[in-house]
């Protein structure tokens, strides 16, 4: 069978050096040297400003009273200049430091984006929260922790009326709150504008050519599983290491001028680091998505893509799903977004067979050819890009070879390999938390990931490395079998596409593995042939015979292939409540913590498994 032929796409790297350290110790890092690159983000958008000034930077979609997007809003590189040193100069005047940044508690928009480059002028590091601290918790614990940690001097969001409740909860009373829109009846508030209007001076330029290498741009909180976020440091070398190393591991990004639609949260380091980041760095266009992967949400992405056709695409797995379900009958969809796109490119979970079949008969039908799908491995540590598939026939947990001047270390822990990282994108540590920067960096100063990884082909070094599972995750059963969470988890997932949303897996201790399944409610609405209310009643969606008779059959074909009591999903159960961001279970981008969902939910874990639980199933085949 011949290979599918693919939009032409270059790779950087693809020749690594390996050497051997003590016994079950080897190092390796890419032949390719990591180039010169800038001392400092900012001088990227100030080279941009001053050669190409009216080139467009940042647009978002104007949002109405009724919360309906209407036409975009745009900022060139020149405007943005002007606005950031405005900026800049309010928050030199107001004397703030590392020790009082600036945290921003909404959404990505074109205020945040101005203000975040305004801090970075000024060499005042800011601090995206994740949003739903501030609209979803209850209890606003991870807020409060985030600020106790910073201890913040200014506070900035979109709107008093939606980040009120949060301000007046948890923001002290010496804090100066700027908002961009609304007002706090109860206390003094700084009108963005404000900020906007400052006049700039030389102390603009002054305080920018103070800063370097190690000034702090940002922190960037963790989602935290068992324990409270910590605040990763994000220094100017690690930003601009990442991106140069980036440039040389993704030579399409710098082949024309970028455009990205992106709805990424800027709180994470994907969106914020990743994204961001690179349309600074290579004076490209981020159209910014207010759409998400998300039923309610997913319509204004496939609305912006019907309009803006992006160089390459990012997105999380769930996007791409609801991409290739799209694409399936909507032309003008098809057409607008495949129409120059050479890349696209998902993290932060496993993207199932199905929908990569989906996206590869959509471009097939459209293009006579596919656009290479790739992917990363990385963290909020590493800036994040670390490694990086070296060809387009990239498989589902591959995650290819060092990026350009980092160097990584394998461990042989137990029967996993551990990766570890050392290089300039990788943080100096925690923001006052010297133990836990301690505890995560090992005797040659590699930063310990925790992340298990082997080789795609022992025989070929030179294909790089896949992912196996987080070391954290993997447990031992009663008769002492170990058993490795994440390939498992990936199985499970792609098995029972689309009705599975994500899957945790249980069995510490037990003498049988089992599956709790977070179901996705739409594919199951669907399957389950319920109308009208009954269709909104999960417990009946869940409890109806298609979607019973689904996940019997999805159980039976797992045991049926199950090479052993680590591989055999024994039972299995449907969690009707879906996770939650005030225990830690899922992150605003989507992605599940494990051992939160485990420590939470641990009465349904022991019901699962001492054949108590309602609704549990188990394979029929034995």
């Not at 990227?44 to 400003?49: G, M, S």
């Not at 961001?276 to 204004?300: C, Q």
């Not at 100096?428 to 836990?436: F, S, V």
């Amino acid at each position: 069978m011949s290979e599918p032929a693919f939009r032409p796409l270059t790779f950087g790297v693809t020749r690594v050096e390996q050497r051997q350290g003590a016994p079950g110790v080897c190092y390796l890092k890419a032949q390719q040297p990591l180039r010169e690159h800038p001392t400092r983000l900012t001088e990227r958008l100030q080279h941009w400003a001053k050669t190409v000034p009216e080139r467009l930077f940042l647009a978002r979609r104007m949002q109405h009273d009724d919360g309906k997007f209407g036409d975009w809003r745009q900022v060139s590189y020149g405007q943005a200049w002007a606005a950031a040193r405005s900026i800049a100069q309010g928050l030199i005047d107001r004397g703030l430091t590392a020790q009082r940044p600036v945290v921003i508690l909404s959404e990505n928009d074109l205020e945040h984006a101005l203000l975040a480059m305004g801090c970075m002028l000024a060499g005042v590091p800011f601090v995206p929260v994740s949003p739903p601290y501030s609209l979803i918790s209850q209890d606003f614990a991870k807020l409060r922790h985030v600020l106790d940690t910073v201890t913040p001097g200014l506070v900035f969001a979109a709107d008093g009326a939606r980040y009120g409740k949060a301000i007046r909860a948890c923001v002290g009373e010496d804090v100066e709150v700027v908002l961009n829109k609304g007002l706090l009846t109860d206390r003094p508030c700084t009108a963005f504008a404000e900020l906007l209007a400052t006049p700039a001076s030389a102390a603009v330029d002054a305080a920018m050519q103070a800063t370097g290498p190690d000034t702090i741009v940002k922190f960037l909180f963790t989602s935290g599983s068992t324990t409270l976020p910590k605040a990763v440091i994000n220094t100017h070398r690690m930003w601009c290491a990442n991106q140069q190393q980036m440039t040389q591991s993704m030579p399409v990004i710098t082949e024309e001028p970028l455009v990205l639609v992106d709805w990424l949260p800027w709180n994470h380091t994907f969106g914020g680091n990743h994204n961001f980041g690179m349309v600074v760095y290579n004076g490209g266009t981020l159209y910014i998505d207010d759409g998400k992967p998300s039923p309610a949400l997913v319509g204004e992405t496939l609305r912006n893509l019907r309009e803006v056709a992006p160089t390459v695409y990012f997105n999380v797995p769930a996007g791409f799903e609801a991409i290739a379900s799209a694409m399936q009958t909507d032309a003008t969809l098809r057409r607008n977004l495949l129409s120059r796109v050479k890349m696209f490119f998902y993290a932060g979970a496993g993207l199932s067979q199905p929908v990569w079949d989906s996206l590869s008969a959509s471009q097939e039908a459209e293009l006579g050819q596919r656009i290479v799908m790739t992917t990363s491995m990385g963290m909020t540590e590493s800036a994040p890009f670390a490694l990086f598939v070296t060809n387009p026939n990239v498989k589902a947990g591959d995650l290819g070879v060092p990026a350009p001047g980092l160097e990584i270390k394998l461990v042989q822990t137990g029967d996993k390999t551990e990766l570890r990282y050392r290089g300039p994108n990788i943080t100096p540590g925690y923001w006052r938390a010297p133990q836990e920067t301690a505890k995560h960096f090992d005797e040659e100063g590699f930063f310990c990931s925790g992340d298990a990884v082997k080789w795609i082909d022992e025989r070929d070094i030179h294909q790089g490395l896949r992912f196996d599972g987080r070391i954290a995750e993997d447990f031992k059963l009663a008769t002492g079998t170990f058993v490795s969470v994440g390939p498992l988890r990936n199985q499970i997932i792609a098995a029972g596409a689309p009705c599975i949303q994500d899957v945790v897996i249980t069995g510490l201790g037990q003498h049988e593995v089992g599956a709790m399944v977070f179901p996705n409610l739409a594919a199951c609405r669907a399957l389950s042939g319920l109308s009208g209310e009954a269709a909104q009643d999960v417990a009946q969606v869940l409890a109806s015979r298609p979607v019973r008779a689904h996940f019997q059959a999805l159980l039976d074909r797992l045991a049926e292939q199950a090479t052993g009591s680590a591989r055999r999903i024994a039972r299995l159960c449907l969690l009707a409540d879906p996770p939650t961001i005030d225990r830690s279970e899922i992150t605003d981008k989507g992605s599940i913590n494990q051992r939160a969902v485990l420590a939470h939910r641990s009465a349904t874990v022991e019901a699962l498994h001492a054949d108590t639980l309602p609704g549990l199933l188990k394979p029929n085949v034995h």
